[in-house]
């Protein structure tokens, strides 16, 4: 973090803050290719050292790292693609550097940049033989645009300037000069508004909280007037009236466009450096886990022009189809356009995904097939390229690693291996951790979807089904996340409704999709923002839905003329785009052989197994098909919830006497013997940890308070109830005040062994089961909430007293092993004596967090909110391990196994499967495994593979 930096979720950065030189200190090793063909004696790449570098072929560009690190990934892609020869328009790039220095120096611009931007423009004159400086209205006038390019991609997060150079006496050259008036005031008429909205942050109103920009408003009004759909049918006259209403937008913003067009250049320069920590790029930096001080190169490029006539156009091309990974090509095209109303979803554009639909000259479309073809393998990635058409001649403006759904990430990785482009750990190295989880978003049910129809259907645009309250505005939906969030609550599942997104609407749409619901929009095709923002954050989205329409003004929409107001439900499926004006039921997943596989190359990499919580044999099977090599923990007190069984668990501890309550634990052992052979035939060869019984005791007794209410009644109307009397005085003898401390796991155990008794024997003979039908049980038996070793002595005797007795009864043997589950601090403190009685320990760290930091999980979710809200405390500790835990966790590793070299250790709590725990704390910590709930499996496997192909694996 960037010292003295607030939590960037509720504030901007400070003004002025140093960036402790960014670029030298971070090193991200995203691949070590030598890239360029150029030989240099001193081995130094072409733009090391440069404050300003223009590309030109045979440069050498050092390592793929290193060139992302120093020129962004625009500009890396821009030198590349120079490199390789292609049709590029001539550029100049400011490393990442400049934009630490500017901040560095309290926002001031160097006044050597300045001439340095001037000599790089002067250069890329030369390249064109157009002129930016010295125009008189004779030849061709070179316009320039000035677009940021950070490390790594943040579609629509940081600034871009179109059409710098142009002025008043200019555009009447242009004219004068013969060139087309209806094209010189489109592009003057985009000067004005990109360079206003953007550079002199001019023409934007807040109005029902939302950002309303009174340019885009103008030109709305104006398309109305005319009748016509989109700006190219804009006439002449139409275009300067907007001219006018554009320069007094921003003269009532009091603010002013220079006339001088280096002045223009070198303020959109400093407006992108702006940009690098705007709310936005800060917004998205922090949710993606990106380091916040990261700076932005600054890409100088000549200007292309895809609106200069009907043989002129802009578009994105997709090497592969982002949304399934199918290996088939398309494009979003939009003709007489510039790349800004493609990527934004202002305007639906024409999709085209072979070369017979290619809605341009089939020569340039050959020709940008080909260009393709050559950049995805020379990437060996799927690929997002941004190009223009000017009059019939084609143009790459950009190169990036595409977004792409989960489904497809696996897909492609697989694909890719096959095709023998890259290796299994490539591959593995590949996938995120949205990748995973988008893969296990829910669909929607066969049954539900087989029974009706949809009531629209636009584009699919990112893989998964959602089902949410409809939510018009951005601002609004990402309030009642954060509002719920800070209260300990859940957010209601939200669908974030709009005509098309904009940056900054980001937070609301992670808000939409991380409830559970997504994002719908009218306008839009698979590369707009909406598209690129969703299918890289694993949030399903349909856009471009023709049918919807949207009445802000009312807080309504029309789904194919079913009326949806805010609140309502709506359901889509963004892997058929299918749109439903309803609520229907989602289903878990069904998993892809390409995830499969590549879940088990993580496998065969990571050295510490990952194990799952589950409890019972559908969960079993579950958890080995998402990749566990094992149960960690199986929790016995949930297989007594079902109707059959939680009367008489309830009975058994309601018994006041022995004899009474052996006649219940009597009929209970059989369904609990079931139980644990069904688990030990689905994890056949594999470890399953069965942790005793640890009921939360109020949980299994009827409700205290009703109980007391109903007597109160009873005393009210003089009536006697002898026998519910007796029942409420029992209940309150074992009612409990803190019950998360109280007579729970082996307390329970230790004062009703008979319980133990049970367990005990019940596991011994279900595996016993399970081996006669084949299976091979490997069975671990956990003692629950031990605090001293002594407690843990007695239960190990018992066990092992019960063991040999049913074994002895079957007349059969079987190995077992017996540990205890770590989860209170005093149990840490006395891990070596512990560990002489046991053969296994296992951290429960829901449990340690709460009773090592002293917070209780269900009552301090608001303050814990507050607390990472404020940058007082980095996580959530009941999700991400806190430190002062995971020194806990280190000692009893470290004193357990001093005291028994033999000594397995595992987690079996939720931050034993999280990331970021993994990454900071566990997978060097000595431990033999984690666990967690299922569908987590697979991340703490992609992590721990990652963590080995990075070079941090466990030491050996």
Not at 600 to 606: E, L, P, Q
Not at 629 to 656: P, W, Y
Not at 797 to 806: G, Q
Not at 881 to 909: F, Q, S, W, Y
Request: hydrophobic content about 40%; proline content about 5%.
């Amino acid at each position: 973090m960037v010292p003295g930096a607030p939590s960037f979720a509720s504030k901007l950065i400070p003004d002025f803050f140093k960036l402790k030189h960014y670029v030298s200190k971070h090193s991200f090793a995203d691949g070590n290719s030598m890239l360029g063909t150029g030989k240099y004696s001193d081995g130094k790449a072409a733009y090391e050292g440069k404050r300003i570098y223009l590309p030109k072929p045979g440069d050498f560009l050092g390592t793929a790292a290193q060139v992302k690190e120093i020129l962004g990934g625009k500009g890396a892609g821009l030198a590349e693609m120079t490199d390789l020869k292609l049709p590029v328009p001539p550029a100049a790039i400011t490393p990442t550097s400049e934009c630490e220095n500017y901040y560095n120096a309290g926002k001031i611009m160097d006044g050597a940049l300045r001439e340095h931007v001037r000599g790089a423009i002067a250069e890329i004159e030369k390249q064109t033989g157009k002129k930016f400086f010295d125009y008189e209205g004779s030849g061709d006038i070179l316009l320039i645009s000035v677009r940021s390019g950070a490390k790594i991609s943040m579609p629509g997060m940081m600034e871009t300037v179109l059409n710098i150079g142009l002025n008043e006496k200019r555009v009447e050259q242009m004219i004068d000069g013969g060139m087309d008036a209806r094209f010189v005031c489109d592009v003057y008429r985009r000067h004005l508004q990109y360079f206003g909205s953007v550079v002199l942050e001019a023409g934007t109103i807040v109005e029902n909280g939302e950002n309303v920009s009174l340019f885009e408003r103008a030109l709305s009004a104006k398309r109305e007037m005319q009748g016509v759909r989109t700006d190219a049918e804009l006439s002449v006259a139409s275009l300067r009236e907007l001219i006018s209403e554009f320069k007094q937008i921003i003269k009532e913003a009091g603010k002013e466009v220079p006339q001088d067009p280096f002045e223009q250049a070198m303020a959109a320069v400093e407006a992108v450096f702006r940009s690098s920590y705007g709310e936005k790029a800060m917004k998205y930096k922090e949710k993606n886990s990106l380091p916040p001080e990261m700076p932005t190169a600054v890409i100088i490029q000549a200007m292309v022009f895809g609106n200069l006539n009907a043989k002129s156009g802009s578009g994105v091309f997709f090497t592969r189809e982002k949304n399934t990974g199918e290996k088939c090509i398309y494009s979003d095209y939009l003709p007489n356009a510039q790349g800004e109303e493609v990527v934004s979803g202002v305007r639906t554009p024409v999709t085209f995904k072979s070369l017979k639909e290619c809605p341009f000259d089939r020569k340039i479309g050959r020709q940008l097939f080909r260009i393709a073809d050559r950049l995805e393998k020379h990437y060996r990635d799927m690929l997002d390229i941004e190009y223009t058409i000017e009059n019939g001649r084609l143009n790459m403006l950009q190169v990036r690693t595409g977004k792409r759904s989960g489904k497809a990430a696996f897909k492609i990785a697989c694909d890719l291996v096959d095709e023998k482009m890259i290796t299994e750990k490539e591959a593995v190295k590949r996938i995120t951790t949205d990748n995973v989880l988008s893969v296990l978003l829910p669909q929607i049910g066969s049954e539900e979807k087989g029974g009706c129809k949809a009531d629209a259907k636009g584009v699919p645009a990112s893989a998964g089904a959602g089902c949410g309250i409809v939510v018009f505005n951005a601002k609004k939906a990402a309030k009642i996340a954060d509002d719920a969030l800070a209260a300990g609550k859940k957010p209601p599942a939200m669908m974030f409704v709009g005509k098309f997104t904009k940056p900054e609407d980001y937070s609301g749409m992670i808000a939409a999709g991380k409830s559970g619901g997504g994002v719908l929009t009218a306008e839009g095709g698979p590369t707009s923002h909406a598209a690129v923002v969703c299918g890289g954050n694993g949030i399903p989205a349909v856009v471009g839905c023709r049918d919807l329409r949207i009445d802000i003004a009312n807080s309504r929409a029309f789904i194919n003329g079913k009326e949806v107001k805010e609140g309502d439900f709506v359901t889509i499926d963004g892997s058929t785009g299918e749109v439903f004006a309803r609520k229907l039921a989602l289903v878990p997943p069904e998993l892809t052989s390409d995830f499969k596989r590549v879940i088990g190359w993580a496998n065969s990499i990571a050295q510490l197994p990952v194990m799952a919580n589950a409890d019972t044999p559908s969960q079993a099977r579950q958890a080995v098909e998402l990749g566990a090599k094992g149960i960690g923990l199986c929790r016995t007190e949930h297989m007594f919830n079902d109707k059959s069984r939680i009367g008489i668990v309830q009975e058994m501890f309601l018994a006041e006497t022995l004899e009474a309550r052996q006649g219940f634990i009597d009929q209970l052992l059989p369904m609990q013997r079931k139980d644990f052979g069904g688990i030990f035939s689905e994890m056949t060869g594999k470890p399953v940890t069965i942790r005793l019984l640890d009921p939360p005791m109020h949980e299994f007794l009827p409700d205290l308070v009703k109980l007391e209410r109903a007597q109160a009644g009873r005393d009210a109307e003089g009536k006697a109830d002898a026998a519910q009397d007796a029942l409420l005085e029992r209940v309150r003898a074992l009612h409990e005040e803190n019950p998360m401390l109280g007579v729970r796991g082996v307390r329970l155990l230790y004062l009703h062994p008979e319980i133990l008794d049970m367990q005990v024997k019940a596991i011994i003979e279900g595996a016993l089961d399970a081996a006669e039908q084949g299976s091979k049980p490997v069975v671990k038996i956990m003692v629950p909430v031990v605090e001293v070793p002594e407690l843990f002595a007695w239960a190990r005797e018992r066990i092992d007293k019960v063991a040999a007795d049913t074994l002895a009864g079957r007349g059969a043997t079987l190995d077992y092993k017996v540990g205890t589950m770590i989860e209170i601090p005093s149990a840490c403190l006395s891990a070596g004596e512990m560990a002489r009685h046991a053969d296994f320990f296992s951290f429960g760290t829901n449990d340690l967090t709460q009773t090592g930091l002293g917070l209780s999980r269900d009552d301090t979710a608001l303050y814990i909110a507050r607390l990472v809200s404020d940058g007082r405390l980095a996580h959530d500790p009941f999700k991400t391990l806190h430190p002062d835990i995971a020194k806990l966790v280190a000692m009893t590793v470290r004193d357990g196994k001093a005291a028994n070299p033999h000594l397995e250790i595992g987690i079996c709590g939720e931050q034993g499967v999280d990331p970021l725990s993994i990454r900071k704390y566990l997978y060097n910590a000595g431990l033999d495994s984690v666990s967690g709930t299922p569908m987590r499996v697979p991340l703490a496997i992609i992590a721990g593979a990652q963590l080995e192909l990075e070079g941090n694996g466990i030491a050996r």
